[in-house]
C-alpha cells in the first residue's frame, strides 16, 4: 500500500512552511499543519506518534536484537516522529536525512535526550540546584544544557523532572527539586524557560518536558515503578502545581509516568491529561509516554493486551509512544475499527507538529547539526565557569561548631580520608549519559588549589570493583583494607576532612534504598577515624537526603555537597577554605531515622500533636518526630538576624510583609528569607506550615535589608477535594525565617 504512494517529500513541507493563505498573508502554524494532515494517510500520522530510541543506546529496558533493522524500515517509511538517544551532529544529520530524504512526506524528527542538568559540562544535579534556592542560576544552568545540548544535534530534552517527593528512599528525588510544591513550581518554571529560551526556533534553545505526569514521586515506600495511591487534597495542592507552572511557562511536552495512579496507569489516565492538562490548563503542547508505560498498562491490570492499551492510552491524551511499539502495531487498527476517532489522532499529531514548527525544524531540519558549535560550544570556559558558580551556590553548611569551618589558608596537617574523595566520575551522578566519566574536579584536585598540606588517605573501597555502568554496581561491604592507613593518617593531622556519601549510581531511576545511611564500611571508617581524632569536617556526596544522626551528633563541621557535576572539588575547596560562604538551604527534610520516611515540614497537624496523656499523642516510641535538618535549613558563615515583622492588610487583594534582616556576622554572606503560611481554619483541613515566598539576597557584615513580600489570593488559597481553588477568609499565621522551622511569626486576619 505504501509503494503506491506518491512521494512528495520535505520539499513540499517546506512549500506548507512558506505558503500564503487566502488573503496572500504567510500562513500561520495552525493553517501549515491543517494542510499537512490533509496530505497525510493515517499510516502517516500513526508514525508521528511513534517514537524509538538510537540504535546503540538506551535508557530503559534493552530493545530486541532485530529492532534496529525494524527501526530502521520505520523511520524510512515515515512511520517514526521523534527519536530519543541519538546524538552528535553526525548521527542526527545521517538519521534526519535519511526521514527527510526517503519517507514520503520527509517530515522531520524530533531528537530527544535526557539532559537533566547539563550535557557534556554537568551542573548540580537537579536536587542540590534547588539547594540553592537561586532561580536566575538555575535558569543559567538550564540554558548552558540546552546550548551545549543543541550543539550535538539534540533538540528536546526530557527535563525539568517536576516531581515532588518526600521519599529520600525512591532515588529519583536527585532529579526534582524537592518536597514542596512552591519551591518545586519557581524551579519548574526557571528550568523551563532556561532550557527553551525566548525564541524556541534559535539553535540553541530545546523543547523542554514536564516529567513525570503524574504524583510519580508518591511510589509506596520510596520504592521505584511502584504504587501511587494518594488522596485528592495531596494531588491538587502539592502534586499538581508544579506541572501546571510548567504548563503556564509554555513547555513543548509533558511525559507520562509508569505509575498507576489511584488504579489508573497514568499513561492512561484521562481525567489528568485530557480533563486537567488538555482541558482545564488549556495545554498546546504533545504528551509522551514514560519509556515502554503504553505496554505496562497491560502489567497494571487496567487492560487485556497491548491492542487494548494502545487505545486506552491513546484516548486519555497519550500523543507519543515511546518504546512501546503500540500505537505502531495498533493504532492504525484501532482507528478503522472505531475504537480511537480519527480525531484523536489528528489532535496529537497537531500537537507534535506545533512543535516542530516552534524548534523551526519544518523550515530546516538540519538546524541543530552544525558541527562548529559541537565542537565550539562543549566544556565551554564559560559553561565551566558557570557550572562552578552554581555547584557553590547548591552545597549547604549543616553543622559548624565552634567554626571549624571555614579552614584557615595556612591551616598545617590536614587529612584528607575516602575514596570520594579522589572521584572523578560519582560527582556526575546518574543521569550523565552525555557527558565523560573522570571529568569531574575531585575534591582533591580542588583542594590542591588551597593548600599544599594535605595527606590522603583512602579508606576502604567504596565499590566492588569499578563501575562504569549501573549494572556493575555492588557496593563493598567486606573489604576493609585501607582502614589501617586511614586511622593512622587522622592521628597526624590537625584537622580530618571526610569525604562520604553514596557512589553516583546509588541515586537516580531504579535507584531506591531501603536505608539512608552511609553506604558500606563508611560509618564503621567515620567512627574509626572520630575515635583518634575529632575534628574533622564531613563533606557529604549524595543524591538524596540521608540519615547520618549518629554524625549529628558527634562531627563538629558537615557539608552537604550532593553530586555537584563538573567543577565538584573546585567548589567544595571553595566552601572549605571560605572563598565562598555557604548559602544553599535544604529543599528536602533529612529524616533522622529511615523509620521517618515519609517527613516533610508541610504535615497536617493531626488531632494529637502533642502529648497530653504522654501516650497516646501522634509520636514514635523510639525516635522523636522531629527531622534531622528541616526543609529550608542551611547554615552561613556569618549569621542573619531577622527583626520587625510587619503585616500590612489594608488591602485584601496584596498583603504585604515586611521584615528587616541584619548580617549580624563577620563575613559577607547570601541569605534565603522564607515565608511560610498557615491558614488556622478550612473547609479542608491545611497543613501547620506551607511556604508562599522566598528571596535570595547578600548582605555586608552589619548590613540590613528590608524585604517586601505579597501575598495575595494565589498564595492564600488552596484547592478543595474536587480541585477547586478556594480562597477563605479567617486567621493566619504568617512566619518570616530562615528556615522552615525558624524566624518571626504574626498574624494576618483575611476578610
Ligand atoms: C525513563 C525515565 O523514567 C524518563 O524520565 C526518561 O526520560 C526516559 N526513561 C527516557 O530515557
Redesign the pocket.
Known sequence: MKNNHLKIGFGLVLILSMSMNLFGQAAGVEEKIDSLLRLMTLEEKVGQMNQY?GFWE???PPPKQDAAKVKYEHLKNGMVGSM??VRGCENVRAIQELVVNESRLGIPLIF???VIHGHKTLSPIPLAEAASWDLEAIEKSARIAAIEASAVGINWT??P?VDISRDARWG?VM?GAGEDPYLGAKVAVARVKGFQGDDLSAPNTIAA?A??FAA?GFVDAGREYNTVDIGTSTLFNIVLPPFKAAAEANVCAF?N??NILNGIPATADKFLQRDILKGQWGFDGFVIS??GSGKEIVNHGFAHDLREATELAANAGSDVD?ESYAYIAHLKNAVEEGQVEEAVIDDAVRRILRVKYKLGLMDDPYKYCDPSREKELLYHPDHMAAALEMATKSIVLLKNENQLLPLKKDQKKIAVIGALAADKTSPLGSWRLGSDDGTAISVLEGLSNYSTDFKYAKGPDLTEGLVHFVFELKINETDTSGFAEAIQLAKESEVVVMVLGEHGFQSG?ARSRTKLDLPGLQQQLLEAVFEVNPHIVLVLMNGRPLAITWADEHVPAIVEAWQLGTQSGNAIAQVLFGAYNPSGKLPMTFPRSVGQVPIYYNHYNTGRPASETDVFWSHYIDESNKPLYPFGYGLSYTQFEYADLQIEDTNPNAIEVRVTVKNTGKMKGEEVAQLYIRDRVASVARPVKELKGFQKFALNPGEAKTLVFTLTNTELGFYDNAGKFLVEPGEFDIMVGGSSQTGLAGKLMLK
Do not use: C, Q
Open positions: 530510541s538506551f535508557t530503559g530519543l538517544n530527544g535526550f535526557d526530557f527535563g523532572m529519583r532529579e518536558t516529567k513525570h510519580y511525559m509516568a509508569f514514560d519509556w515511546m531511576e
